[in-house]
C-alpha cells in the first residue's frame, strides 16, 4: 500500500489506531474525516516520507503537519518551529482543540484543516503572520468560534474559509485586507456588525448569506 485517498475510511467511527507502514509516500488527511475517535498513529521506523513527534504525523522533512488524531484530548496546540504548511484536513473534527497558535514562519493552513472543530475557541495569529495562506474551508464550521482577529499583511480570505462558525460575532478585518471570497462568513448567524476596511475591494458572492448583519 503506498497511497491513501481522501475520504477511504471517512465515518468509521469505532476506529482507534492506524499504523503506517514504511512503503506508504501519499496520505490524504481526509481519508479519515469523521473518524472521531482516532487516539493514535503508528508509523514504520523504515517509513522514507514520515515522521512522528508528540504523536502527531509530518513529512520527514517536518515541514508539514499531516495529521493530527481526531480524538487527541489536548485543548491548546502550538504549530511547532519549522513547520511552514498545515496540511488539508489535517485536524478536521478535532472537537477537544479548543486554540490554535499560529506562528510567523507558518506559511498556509491547507483546505478543510480545523473545519468542525466544534470546540475551538481561540485562533491567535502571533506578529508576523501577515503572509499566511488560508485555504477554502479552512475553519468553516467551527462553530465555538466567538470572535476572529485577523493579522495586519493578510490580503484576502478565500471561499467558505468561516462559513458556518455560528456563534462568530466580532471579526476584526485588517486595513490591508483586499478581498472576501464567496462564502467566506456565510452562516455566521450571531455577525450583527463588521467593519469593513477601506482597500477592501472585492466582497465575493454569498460571502455574508445567513449572516445577522444589521450594520456595516
Given at each position: 500500500l503506498e497511497k491513501i485517498s481522501e475520504r477511504v475510511f471517512e465515518g468509521c467511527s469505532a476506529l482507534r489506531r492506524i499504523s503506517i507502514p514504511a512503503g506508504m509516500s501519499g496520505i490524504n488527511a481526509a481519508a479519515f474525516e469523521?473518524?472521531?475517535?482516532?487516539?493514535?498513529?503508528?508509523?514504520?521506523?523504515?517509513?522514507?516520507?514520515?515522521?512522528?513527534q508528540d504523536g502527531i504525523l509530518f513529512n520527514?522533512?517536518?515541514?508539514?503537519?499531516?495529521?493530527y488524531p481526531?480524538?487527541?484530548?489536548?485543548?491548546?496546540?502550538?504549530i511547532p518551529p519549522g513547520v511552514t504548511s498545515i496540511g488539508d484536513?489535517?485536524?478536521?473534527?478535532?472537537?477537544?482543540?479548543?486554540?490554535?497558535?499560529l506562528p510567523p514562519w507558518l506559511q498556509k493552513v491547507g483546505k478543510g484543516a480545523f473545519s468542525h472543530c466544534c470546540g475551538l475557541q481561540e485562533i491567535q495569529f502571533l506578529p508576523g503572520t501577515g503572509g499566511i495562506n488560508i485555504e477554502e474551508e479552512a475553519f468553516s464550521g467551527c462553530t465555538a468560534l466567538q470572535e476572529l482577529t485577523l493579522p495586519e499583511g493578510m490580503?484576502?480570505?478565500?471561499k467558505a474559509a468561516f462559513a458556518g462558525c455560528e456563534q462568530l460575532h466580532r471579526i476584526n478585518l485588517p486595513?490591508?485586507?483586499?478581498?472576501?471570497?464567496?462564502?467566506?462568513?456565510?452562516?455566521?448567524?450571531?455577525?450583527?456588525?463588521?467593519?469593513l476596511?477601506?482597500?477592501?475591494?472585492?466582497?465575493?458572492?454569498?460571502?455574508?448569506?445567513?449572516?445577522?448583519?444589521?450594520?456595516?
Open positions: 469523521d473518524c472521531a475517535n482516532l487516539e493514535t498513529i503508528e508509523l514504520s521506523a523504515d517509513s522514507e516520507h514520515y515522521r512522528l520527514k522533512a517536518g515541514t508539514e503537519l499531516i495529521l481526531r480524538a487527541a484530548k489536548a485543548e491548546c496546540y502550538h484536513g489535517a485536524f478536521a473534527g478535532c472537537t477537544s482543540l479548543k486554540k490554535i497558535v490580503e484576502g480570505v478565500k486595513a490591508s485586507m483586499k478581498r472576501l471570497g464567496n462564502y467566506a462568513f456565510s452562516g455566521c448567524k450571531a455577525l450583527h456588525k463588521i467593519d476596511p477601506e482597500k477592501l475591494a472585492a466582497i465575493g458572492f454569498m460571502t455574508f448569506s445567513g449572516c445577522g448583519l444589521t450594520e456595516m
